[in-house]
Every structure is written in structure tokens, then in C-alpha cells.
């Protein structure tokens, strides 16, 4: 019995099989009303129409507002086609399906060229140059009138055609499914996410997508073909631009995150569109309303309605399980066999490029051995990042060569250089969000494995790359959180899964940007050794700010600065060389930074004085899609206090930010500020009482000048743009350049800047020095002491080191509750418990799985 039920509900978990039994009960219903059966007919028809629309909005993120262009000329084709060739409604439904294909082949290639919303507005003028040419192409087309008499000999009666067309329908839905589970339909979905990621893989996305639409172009056009059978004729005004944006309508009604969604959004849209227009011509002045009421109650449609109901709040675009981890998950071997060739593996040839004035490479000629850890440093803003740009392709350098293998690639698209093997993590985290852990490392297996597509095979059925997938996400720990989205991980989760998406390629040339950026120091420990395995088989090319662990790890070292390569050799010789010292380091290197405030300035009350708390935060849980981040948080602040917020990583440091900003809901507990409760307030209202976010990963607006970005911050009381330029004087010589093309040091000044241009009486930066160069870092260290003037401060930091000396008070979280709350001094001095707490000077040995890379 037990066994019969888990049948059950594992069938009734299918969507086809779901979908089956709604359309047979439409039917069933129908039949017992005496409602007439065509209009059932028509929701399936709509169904697969908008199910072909869904099919790019969902899984791949295109917009198609003009989708009618396929369903109307699809029509156009079976009748005109049908008519001239004869036979019945089989050929006319193979003509309707080969002309929709052989349509979006043509167009496709020409239209995604473009994205966004360019695709979505190119989509909507083919449909409208088709109206017009059926509208006016009166000889061939009927014009306004249409064709009509369309025959259909093998289903003359109403209900042998609805038979035909549910068959077909939910024939080709059952395609769609299994080509959403197939290796080319999980690449769509990490298109969607990430297609800069994607090309990075060596997948060709252009041609992905094309292909994409040519499915979707066919899919509509056995919806396009279905219709003009049911009605017997074919007429324009389905090619309109009034009607060009049913299907996606539809689509947004049902859930375009859910694969049922179409079906649910094509019985609204039918049933009131036919209950409504029975008793007013104006139908739509009630129907505008209700699509309203939806979009407001629910971004997910009627099926994240029920989602929540149920309480599954997840995307039922393809099923939510991941392959069976093994009893034993096999150790991570490199598959790439040490080189033992002389001859460099990359060569850079006197390499240059600008944007505008902005030089970032001037001459740099360098090169990479075949193994070894080779580190790139040099200053914030010194072309490190964009010299990967270079290397991969995103930009084109403006003079020089580069070779690979000996062979010139500068004019090789990005997947093309990806395909011979070179392979880089990102900067700012490049994963994709909405997969799990496991289906982020399988798509990099799949590249690895050379699948750029595979249509039909389930892509949880290749048991080798499944194995190989479990072997990385154990090599970097996460093998327990593969299940995960990857939206819900932690910051140094997501970091530790790129890295195993990169290995995932088994590229020949690791570019790795910073790595360790994020990283707890047991974390740090674990992947600084993986790369120095992994240096052993591969060449890797490192960006690294973490200088002790450069020095202590690297076999050769180069420095960049302001576009020139300064300094090329052996550890000890770079860390010596006097223009790196200069350049780099800084003069604060190998010193202690002295706090920023002597101790008799620290004039902070006590907990437990009169003095009333500015911020309070009692039993706070809270947490992401039903799982607990925060479990029972209590933390104070005081006036003109720094308050440091320390731990591991994925323990609730950013939550508890999250939480403080009115970000991330509560689930318990409450937050008073300057005595007044904000638990159940909105961000902008809590932004408005007076606190403010420096966010992790700065988050500017990339289109803007820093004039631009502080502007939109601005309201009265908060810092003036001269009091900004005096704390951050190198910001006045940047006003007029846009934020994407900032250094990741030049960033964090404008985020720390916007934050000051509100009134604020706490200001929360999370992870202000990360990524930052040591000279860089004493500088925003030193704008961050002169805040404390202005307001409180509580700072979230990896490096307990980098804050302690600057903070009044320390809190560590451990596994979302306070594990050590007290003076900053205190936690400074005691190496023992900094070491059980946050993990910083304890040894991490090398699990088994990473010995053997």
C-alpha cells in the first residue's frame, strides 16, 4: 500500500501527468454542463501557445511580445499550404510546423543579435509586418476577411478534433519537459541566470539561444496550426499587436517560473475572457483589474499562489531533485596530466588597451608556465582584472598578441578561448543563482565533457559526470548543500562553489580572480592548498590581495601598476623590489595600523548604564525559504559606538544586516532603534529613521558617474559632495567617471560616500575592506575612523584582525546565535579563543578528497 502511494504521488508531482488530468476534466465538466466543447479546444491550444512563449521567458529569459508572428503565420501556412498541397489535417499540421521552423531559423539569426528588450521590441515589429502584409496581401491572404473553409476530413466532428488536439498538446508539452531536463535545457536555464558565466564554460550561447527559438517558434506553430483547424479558417487579427501579448500574458497569469504555469493562465485568460465579453463589449475594463489584483498578490502566478499554500515556495520549472549521493564519494584526481614542455603554456606580447584616457595595459609582455602557481598583484586599479578581461575575451586588446599553446587567440570569440582551455572564476561571484549547488558544477562538467548540447538524454542520467560533480562539491566541502539553491548559500559558500565550477572545466589554464576574497581563514587555508595542489598538474594564473599568503604560495609573482608591469620574478625578489614596496605595499606594509582612536577618546557608555541603547536587536530569528539563519540574535549598540560582527562564514553576519534593514523579514524577536520598534518597517522607512548600508560587493549603479551615485542618495541633513571629496580626496578627480569603471578600492570610497549622503545615525558596512589592497585598506581604514564622529558604526568582517583594533565592542556569531559578546581589547588579546571562534590561527589539515587532486 505504502508503495502504491509514493507511485502515486510521485505521478502526481509530474506536471504532464497533471496537466492530463486538468484538460480531461475541462472535458468532463463540458460535457456535463453543455458548455461547448471547442472552448476547451481553445485553452489547450492556448496552453501549448503560451507554454512555446514560457518556454523562452522562463527557461531562457527572452521576452517575445510579438510570439503571435509564429502562431499567425503558422495558421497562414497550414491553410495556404493545405489548401495548394492537398491532404488532410496530419500534412497540414507538418507544413505549419516546418514553416514555424524554418521562420524562427531565418529570423531568430537575425533578431538575437539583440537582447532585452530590443529582442522583446524586434519580436513584436515581425508580428506587425506580418498583420500587415495578411491584412492588405488580399489575393493570397483573404485580407480582412481571412481564409476560411479550411477542410478537416479525418476529425469533422467537434469532438474527434478536441480529441486531436489534446493529444497533440500534451504530446508536444511531454517534448518540452523532457528537453528541459536534457543537457541543452539545463544550459538555457544557466543562460538565464548567467550567460557571461555560460560563455566563460565555452558553451556559444548565440547558437543555444537560436536553437532555443527555433523550438519555441516550432512548439508555437503546432499551436498556430491547431487553431486555424479549430476555427476552420485563419484571420489576421491574431498577428496584431493587440493580441501580441496574450501568450505572454497568459504566461505571467499562470507563473512564468512553473512549468503548469501556461495552463492555469490560459483557463483565466479563456474563461473570463468568454464570461466577460458575454454581457459588455468593454470586457477588458473588468479583466485589466483582475490582472492587477494577480500581479499584486502574486509575482509567481497562480501557481506560486498555491506554492505557497502547500509551503514549497521553489520554481517548478524542472523537478527539485538532484542525482543520489553516493555512499562514498570518490576522491577529486585531476584528469590533466602534468606537462613537462619548456615552452610557455600562455604568452602576452607587448599587450596594451585604454578606455578613453584610462590606460590599463601599456606594453605588458609576460608569460605562463605550463604548471605553477603564477600570481598577478599590484594596487586597486592597477589592470589586473582587465588584463583577464583581455585574456578571455570580454574585451579586445587594442595592440599586441596573445598566444596559447603558441597558437594567437586575441581574435578568437570568448568560448572559443574557453574551449582550448582556459578556464577563470570571477571577481564578484559569477555563479547562477537559481540552480542548486549541484547543477551549477554539472553544467561546468558537461563543457568539460564537450556537450554543447544534447537534446533528449536526461542530464542526471550520465553517471560519470554525476560522480565527478559529487567529487568537486566535496573537494571544496559543500557536497552537504548540493541540494541547495544557490541563492541561499553564503557568501563564502558561493565563493568556495565557483572554484569547483572552474576545476569543474578541467581547463589547462586556471585564471582565478581572487579566489580566497570572502573567505573565512579556515576557509582561506583550505582553498589557498587546493591551489597550490592543483599548481602541480595545471598553470595558474592567480589575483590575489591577501599578500602573506601570495608570497608563501606563488612560484613566480608579477606586479602591475598603473598598466605597466613593474616587477617579474621569483617571491623574494618581488617582495624586495623597491617599486613594489612603493607602488603596492605601501608604506604601511609589515607595520601595525594604530587604532584610529586612542583609548581616551573611547568615552562609550557601558551596557547596563542609563544611557539608552541606539540599537537593540532581542531574540531575533530569521532566516531564507524556510531554513533558520538567525536562531535567537541579541545585540547592542550604543551611541557613537564601533561595533564589530565577526564569524565564519554562513553563521548570520549579512542576514543580521539584512534583518536590521528591514531586508529579510523576522520571524521572531524585535529590533528597536533610537527606541521606536522597526521589526515590521520597510527598508526605506527603516533608511529613513537613520540607518544605512554599505553592502558587500558595493553595489553601485555601474551606467553612473560617482557624481551620479551619490546624487541619487542625497537628502538634506546628510554630507555634502565637498565634505565627501575632503574624506575621500581621490573622489574629486572621479566625479565625472562611471562607476563600472572604478577599482574595486575607488568603489568602496563612492559606497562608503553614498551612505553619508542620508542622515544617518548608524551606518552598517558589511565587508568594507574586502578585496582591497593594503594601501587602499589603510586609507578607507582611515575614512572609516573619521564616521565615527558622525555616527555608530557596526562592521562585518572575515579578518577579525582587520577591525578589532578599530571597534569598542565585539560580537561572534556562531551558527546564528552570539558565541562571545564583548570589549574588542578583550577578544584582541585572547588568541585561544579567537582560534575556537572564528577559526584564524588554527592549522586546517587537508580533507582526503583534496590530498588526492
Known amino acids: 500500500m505504502t508503495t502504491n502511494r509514493s507511485i502515486l ?116 515589429a515581425c508580428s506587425q509586418i506580418a498583420f500587415e502584409i495578411a491584412f492588405k496581401w488580399t489575393a493570397v491572404t483573404g485580407g480582412e476577411n481571412g481564409l476560411q473553409n479550411v477542410e478537416r476530413p479525418l476529425f469533422g466532428s467537434a469532438m474527434s478534433f478536441h480529441i486531436f488536439s489534446l493529444v497533440m498538446v500534451i504530446g508536444t508539452c511531454w517534448v ?22 555560460v560563455i566563460s564554460l565555452g558553451f556559444d550561447t548565440y547558437r543555444t539561444k537560436l536553437i532555443a527559438l527555433i523550438v519555441a517558434g516550432g512548439v508555437i506553430g503546432v499551436a498556430g496550426g491547431l487553431m ?76 506560486g499562489i498555491f506554492q505557497r499554500v502547500i509551503g514549497r515556495n521553489r520554481w517548478t520549472l524542472t523537478r527539485a531533485v538532484i542525482p543520489e549521493r ?41 608569460e605562463v608556465s605550463r604548471t605553477g602557481l603564477h600570481s598577478l598583484i599590484g594596487p586597486n586599479g592597477a589592470g589586473k582584472t582587465t588584463l583577464f578581461n583581455l585574456l578571455t575575451g570580454v574585451h579586445r586588446i587594442d595592440s599586441g598578441a596573445l598566444l596559447f599553446e603558441g597558437k594567437p587567440i586575441q581574435n578568437l570569440a570568448s568560448h572559443k578561448r574557453a574551449r582550448l582551455g582556459m578556464s577563470r572564476s570571477f571577481q564578484i561571484l559569477s555563479v547562477f543563482p537559481n540552480l542548486t549547488a549541484f547543477e551549477n558544477v554539472r553544467i561546468a562538467v558537461q563543457a568539460a565533457q564537450r556537450q554543447w548540447g544534447g537534446y533528449w538524454r536526461d542530464a542526471y542520467d550520465n553517471d560519470a559526470a554525476n560522480a565527478k560533480v559529487w567529487s568537486l562539491l566535496d573537494a571544496v566541502g559543500l557536497a552537504d548543500r548540493a541540494g541547495e539553491a544557490c ?39 583550505v582553498v589557498g592548498q587546493l591551489i597550490q595542489r592543483l599548481a602541480k598538474s595545471y598553470a595558474v594564473l592567480l589575483i590575489e590581495h591577501d599578500i602573506d599568503r601570495v608570497l608563501s604560495m606563488s612560484d613566480r609573482i608579477t606586479v602591475l601598476h598603473q598598466g605597466r608591469l613593474i616587477a617579474d620574478g621569483k617571491p623574494a625578489e618581488v617582495a624586495g623590489h623597491p617599486e613594489v614596496i612603493a607602488a603596492y605595499l605601501g608604506s604601511a606594509h609589515g607595520k601595525t595600523l594604530p587604532p584610529p582612536r586612542a583609548a581616551a577618546d573611547r568615552s562609550i557608555p557601558k551596557i547596563g548604564t542609563a544611557a539608552a541603547p541606539l540599537l537593540k536587536v532581542e531574540g531575533v530569528r530569521a532566516g531564507y525559504g524556510g531554513g533558520t539563519v538567525l536562531d535567537g540574535l541579541d545585540l547592542t549598540v550604543q551611541p557613537g559606538e564601533v561595533v564589530a560582527l565577526l564569524g565564519r562564514n554562513g553563521v548570520g553576519k549579512t542576514t543580521s544586516l539584512r534583518a536590521i534593514t528591514g531586508v529579510l523579514p523576522l520571524s521572531s524577536g524585535r529590533i528597536t532603534f533610537n527606541g521606536k520598534e522597526i521589526g515590521g518597517l520597510r527598508p526605506d522607512e527603516i533608511n529613513r529613521l537613520g540607518i544605512s548600508l554599505v553592502p558587500e560587493g558595493r553595489r553601485l549603479f555601474p551606467n553612473l558617474t560617482v557624481e551620479e551615485n551619490l546624487k541619487l542618495a542625497a537628502r538634506r541633513g546628510g554630507a555634502s559632495q565637498e565634505e565627501i571629496c575632503d574624506l575621500f ?62 555616527a555608530s558604526l557596526v562592521i562585518v568582517e572575515h579578518h577579525a ?36 571562534l572564528l577559526g584564524i590561527t588554527k592549522a586546517v589539515d587537508l580533507t582526503p578528497s583534496l590530498r588526492a587532486v
Open 9 to 124: 504521488f510521485r505521478l502526481w508531482d509530474h506536471p504532464i501527468v497533471v496537466m492530463t488530468v486538468v484538460l480531461l476534466a475541462a472535458t468532463g465538466i463540458a460535457l456535463a454542463t453543455g458548455m461547448p466543447i471547442h472552448r476547451i479546444t481553445q485553452i489547450a491550444v492556448y496552453t501549448l501557445y503560451a507554454g512555446g512563449v514560457n518556454f523562452l521567458i522562463g527557461y531562457l529569459g527572452l521576452v517575445p511580445f510579438g510570439a503571435s508572428f509564429f502562431f499567425g503565420c503558422a495558421s497562414y501556412a497550414l491553410a495556404i499550404g493545405g489548401g495548394m498541397l492537398g491532404g488532410n489535417e496530419l500534412t497540414g499540421m507538418v507544413i505549419a510546423i516546418v514553416f514555424s521552423l524554418l521562420l524562427a531559423l531565418v529570423v531568430g539569426a537575425i533578431i538575437l543579435r539583440r537582447r532585452g528588450l530590443y529582442f522583446s521590441l524586434l519580436t513584436l
Open 176 to 197: 518540452m519537459w523532457r528537453l528541459v531536463h536534457a543537457p541543452f535545457g539545463r544550459l538555457m536555464q544557466a543562460i538565464r541566470d548567467n550567460e557571461q558565466r
Open 228 to 303: 486555424s483547424l479549430l476555427l476552420q479558417g485563419v484571420y489576421a487579427n491574431n498577428l496584431s499587436w493587440q493580441h501580441a501579448g496574450d501568450p505572454v500574458l497568459m504566461a505571467a497569469l499562470g507563473g512564468v517560473h512553473h512549468f503548469l504555469g501556461p495552463l492555469w493562465g490560459a483557463i483565466i485568460f479563456i474563461t473570463l475572457e468568454d464570461r466577460l465579453s458575454a454581457f459588455t463589449e468593454n470586457w477588458w475594463l473588468f479583466f485589466a483589474p483582475i490582472i492587477i489584483a494577480f500581479a499584486l498578490l502574486s509575482h509567481e502566478g497562480v501557481q
Open 326 to 366: 553516493p555512499a562514498t564519494i570518490a576522491p577529486l584526481v585531476s584528469e590533466v596530466a602534468s606537462q613537462q614542455e619548456s615552452t610557455p603554456i600562455l604568452v602576452i606580447q607587448n599587450v596594451s588597451k585604454r578606455f578613453g584616457s584610462i590606460v590599463t595595459q601599456a606594453n605588458v609582455s609576460l
Open 487 to 525: 541563492a541561499s548559500l553564503a557568501h563564502g559558500e558561493k565563493r568556495l562553489l565557483e572554484i569547483a565550477v572552474s576545476l569543474a572545466t578541467e581547463a589547462k589554464l586556471l585564471l582565478l580572480d581572487e579566489p580566497l576574497a570572502g573567505l573565512a581563514e579556515s576557509d582561506r587555508k
Open 729 to 790: 580626496p581621490k573622489l574629486r578627480l572621479l566625479m565625472r567617471q562611471r562607476a563600472e569603471n572604478l577599482s574595486g578600492g575607488e568603489r568602496q570610497m563612492v559606497a562608503i560616500s553614498r551612505a553619508l549622503m542620508v542622515p544617518s545615525r548608524l551606518i552598517l558596512l558589511d565587508e568594507p575592506f574586502e578585496g582591497l589592497a593594503p594601501a587602499v585598506v589603510q586609507e578607507v581604514r582611515e575614512a572609516v575612523a573619521k564616521l565615527t564622529t558622525k
Open 801 to 836: 584582525e582587520s577591525v578589532l583594533a578599530m571597534a569598542d565592542r565585539a560580537y561572534v556569531l556562531v551558527n546564528g546565535k552570539v558565541a562571545f559578546s564583548g570589549d574588542a581589547e578583550t577578544l584582541a588579546a585572547d588568541v585561544a579563543l579567537q582560534e575556537r
